[in-house]
């Protein structure tokens, strides 16, 4: 296979877009806007970064590598934010936990020597390390809140039991933690049976040697596996407290009741 | 044991009144008065916005909460058990003071009438009736001196609501319990009741003793309440 794909090869992509606007007008989805919108911003999004990682990677590795993990860091910040902004202290936690992740992470790759300190290594490999983590932290904000409301009742029982606020929460953590590391203990124990992670496919259809390309694949899913895990844990156990108030109350937990009987 | 001094906390609005050891209090009114708000008040799962509470003579901010806790115990509406057997639900508060004794749990589950072979059985394949019953020995496992019940058998048939309010009646007398219990049901109040509050629109309406105060009520307010 040629590494290279010609311009009116791509062209004819155009075929995989028609496909499910075909099935949007037939079945009136009403989904024609979006999928055409999708496609075209997609496109251009991935050659605008083409191009920006081609520019990146001509810069020397100490001003290219934080400039750029920087700016995923604080993208990433702000989307994970999202699904818990209503919560104190979210953005510098999120923050925090990212950085504390891709340091770590970068860490163990320089001194172990698994990856090069080049901005066409550390770049790629730190956006999959710094995106799973940030759609953990995301998920873990989300599942932590809607486990809270859930619970309210257990949690009333506990706190009336004398249980302290992390007394009372550790099921809730639990929880959170469990469904934020199940889908990545699937992956990993699937992993090359269901299908050939993305980096690995990429290496292979680029002229690596498969065991090499297998090699880097082993590093950055353990990588991934090993950073989700610690976000999910950091945003939890930092941010479970919130849910209480200095009284160990839990907040507004009377007003929602009153307002259920 | 308690004193309320003016206490306000949405929707409640400057209530006054006094809790004797061993008082049976029923609390009761419409939907919304205020009535879990106040609940919430005795053992601190909410703070007032207004006024002052006492309890033991003392202000209730002086004492240390999760020991208040302990003594007021709190049964609410759903039984809210934790996961996993009957026995961790009774050992939970206990061993949260370091307090738990295993020959406690045959005596725990004697006084809300349950076999001792259900101390190993999941809690989510017991009855709803089995479960407010192991809900109330948690309670009770605290060793407390005053009891919250919210509703606590609204939730059940009529059937095995008697039953558990028979169970009920039984553990205040032997255990001299202090009660503070909210119900919408009339002759529930009747038979478990010395005394009732009687809130509405936030404010303490009517205060005094049961059979009385409900055959013959002094406001307006309590007379509707009691002809819907």
Known sequence: ?261 | MFRFENVSQSPLQGVTFEIKDQDKVILFGPSGAGKSTLLFLFNRLSDPEGGHIYYKDERIEKHDITSLRKNVGLVLQSPNLFPGTVLDNLKYGPALFDEWNENEARKLLDYVQLPISFLDREVDQLSGGEQQRVSLARTLANQPEMLLLDEPTSALDNRTAEEIEEVLERLIKEHQLTMLMVTHDMKQARRLGDRGLFISDGKLQEDGKIPEMLDQPDTEALYKFLEE
């Open chain 1, 1 to 261: 296979m040629s590494p290279e794909i010609s311009n009116q090869s791509l062209l004819f992509l155009i075929v995989f877009v028609v496909v499910p606007l075909t099935l949007s007008y037939f079945y009136q989805l009403g989904m024609s806007r979006d999928i055409l919108w999708s496609s075209l911003r997609g496109t251009v999004q991935l050659f605008a970064i083409g191009y920006i990682l081609t520019y990146l990677f001509d810069l020397p590795a100490s001003f290219g590598i934080p400039l750029m993990v920087g700016i995923m860091l604080i993208i990433a910040t702000f989307h994970a934010r999202q699904k818990g902004k209503e919560l104190p202290y979210v953005l510098p936690v999120v923050f925090f936990g990212l950085l504390i992740v891709e340091v770590s992470v970068l860490f163990m790759w320089l001194t172990f020597d698994m990856v090069q300190f080049r901005p066409s290594e550390v770049i790629p490999m730190s956006g999959m390390v710094i995106g799973n983590s940030m759609v953990a932290m995301g998920l873990s904000l989300e599942r932590m809140k809607s486990e809270f409301k859930q619970n309210n009742g257990r949690l009333l029982a506990a706190l009336s039991l004398g249980a302290k606020p992390k007394q009372a929460s550790h099921l809730i953590v639990q929880k959170t933690l469990h469904a934020a590391l199940i889908p990545n203990v699937d992956r990993i124990k699937t992993i090359g049976l269901v299908q050939l992670p993305g980096m690995m496919t990429g290496l292979i259809l680029g002229g690596v040697d498969p065991v090499m390309a297998i090699k880097y694949q082993l590093v950055i899913s353990l990588s991934i596996f090993s950073s989700v895990s610690i976000s999910a844990m950091f945003v939890t156990i930092a941010m479970y407290r919130y849910f209480f108030n200095q009284n160990k109350q839990l907040v507004e937990s009377a007003e929602e009741i009153e307002s259920q009987s």
